[in-house]
């Protein structure tokens, strides 16, 4: 415990300075409070990189804690004393267990929270990070209606070229149209210019009815509309799965990207355990190169299990394989490996 916080701290000190002296100019130019920059930045950034690194820390912790042990003959001095190699293990689980709670209540609870906070004044004195248009903007908002915006104004809730399609049994019934269409924040209703409406009736007629303003009532706000990714980050596990149950049920087309979102937060704070049951396998025993070789091999063990995070996830957002499935693989195919390279050291 002592070796993974003071890894991390010196990480953590190392990101910092190096992110100051990036944003340094940022600061200056937008006139940043100094108290937002401590207070909303750089705590809300130790915590979030502290999160992230957790697992790669706990790793490289584990490997040059343990390989102290094996390079001065402790280890094989625990074996010669008929200590099992689950007994001496143990303490590197409860280790694991006390990095693992708080991250799981980071991951799904306080950085949700404090992100906001810290994506706003990234936003307003470093960078614009937002989209503030988009262009062919369709969406499903229940299971037979739809609706589509060329072009969308995510700042002044405003969208051209509006088209709103609804179906019964694999038929339109309904088609509307409209130039331009605006939230109207004092109603809470969208307003519809240059409006056109077409009924589709059973005698292969169709109704048309137009007008140059009307207010419509599609059910569904600005933010439903349109979704920022910092608000998905924004959200606790609570509010993140009724988001999900919520999209689903309308069928949007950005579901995987929340589903593998609600996943990670689970994934990489189990991930806390898997590395350190194998810098433990990695570590226990003498070798040739010493410390620096097993920390090159862990590192390169590190970077394969990252892309094969990254690759895996991939199938869900271009082949339709469920989320659970391909976040949690690397951890699955890594336990696997761990749990059989144990059986064979005991």
């Known amino acids: 415990m002592f070796t993974f916080g003071l890894a991390i701290s010196l ?46 820390i706990t790793f490289v912790s584990v490997i ?24 001496i293990l143990l303490p590197y689980l409860i280790g694991a267990l006390f990095i693992f709670l708080p991250n799981i209540y980071f991951q799904n609870s306080f950085l949700p929270e404090k992100n906001e906070s810290r994506l706003k004044f990234e936003k307003e004195y470093i960078r614009n990070k937002d989209v503030y ?30 088209d709103y399609q609804e179906f019964s049994k694999n038929e339109m019934i309904k088609k509307i149209s409209a130039a331009v ?18 009924h589709y009736l059973p005698n292969n007629t169709i109704k048309i009815s137009k007008s140059a303003k009307k207010y419509i009532d599609l059910n569904t706000t600005p933010n439903d509309i349109f979704q920022q990714n910092r608000s998905i980050k924004s959200m606790n596990f609570k509010q993140l799965s009724q988001f999900i149950s919520i999209e689903k049920k309308r069928g949007n087309e950005f579901l995987p990207f929340y ?6 937060r689970f994934s990489y704070s189990f991930s806390i355990f898997i590395f350190t049951l194998l810098g433990f396998l990695i570590s226990n025993k003498k070798a040739r190169g010493g410390l620096g070789y097993k920390l090159t091999t862990g590192i390169a063990i590190c970077f394969f299990y990252i892309f094969l995070m990254k690759f895996a996830t991939t199938l869900t957002l271009n082949s339709n394989v469920p989320a659970l499935m391909t976040v949690w693989l690397p951890n699955v195919c890594f336990l696997i490996i761990c749990i059989l390279s144990f059986k064979k050291l005991t």
């Open 133 to 162: 248009r988009q262009k062919g903007l369709h969406k499903q908002i229940s299971n037979n209606k739809f609706l589509f915006i060329k072009n969308y104004d995510t700042q002044n809730k405003k969208g051209y070229h509006f």
């Open 64 to 87: 040059f804690f343990t390989s102290r042990l094996s390079d001065n003959n402790e280890i094989i001095a625990l074996y010669n004393n008929k200590i099992s190699p689950s007994r």
């Open 259 to 264: 589903q593998i979102e609600q996943h990670e």
């Open 181 to 198: 269409i605006t939230w109207d924040h004092k109603q809470q209703i969208w307003e519809l210019k240059n409006y056109t409406e077409k």
């Open 11 to 56: 990480i953590l000190l190392i990101a910092v300075i190096f992110d100051f002296s990036e944003k340094i100019d940022n600061f200056i130019d937008n006139q940043a409070p100094t108290n937002l920059i401590i207070k909303d930045y750089y705590f809300n950034f130790i915590i979030h990189y502290g999160v992230v690194f957790s697992g790669l």
